[in-house]
Nanobody
Framework: QVQVVESGGGLVQAGGSLRLSCSAS????????MGWYRQAPGKQRELVAL???????TIADSVKGRFTISRDNAKNTVYLQMDSLKPEDTAVYYC?????????WGQGTQVTVSS
């Protein structure tokens, strides 16, 4: 079992920035992928950004150039830096960890962008 803990959501005006953090209770050496998804009201959950063993992260087209995903190996933590936020970025953001064929989700953190 992997514990996934998120933090950093909140309310921000359009054009502002937020940084989300996600910590896993397992070392990155045991993790195949770790990243962020989001779900807006009435919509399906969608991928935002993902780190895998690949050199380049996977970034959704809708946030490319505005969001950056990074990691701190020593802390088993992944960050999502969100800049130039738009009202359409409003959603619950979920951290996902894939390890040994299993998926683990955080509790979600609300991001609200006002116009």
């Amino acid at each position: 079992q992997v514990q996934v803990v998120e933090s950093g959501g909140g309310l921000v005006q359009a054009g502002g920035s937020l940084r989300l953090s996600c910590s896993a209770s397992r070392s990155f050496f045991s993790i195949n992928a770790m990243g962020w998804y989001r779900q807006a009201p009435g919509k399906q959950r969608e991928l935002v950004a993902l780190l895998t063993s690949s050199i380049n992260p996977t970034i959704a087209d809708s946030v490319k150039g505005r969001f950056t995903i990074s990691r701190d190996n020593a802390k088993n933590t992944v960050y999502l830096q969100m800049d130039s936020l738009k009202p359409e970025d409003t959603a619950v953001y979920y951290c996902n960890v894939r390890s040994y064929g299993s998926n683990y989700w955080g509790q979600g953190t609300q991001v609200t962008v006002s116009s």
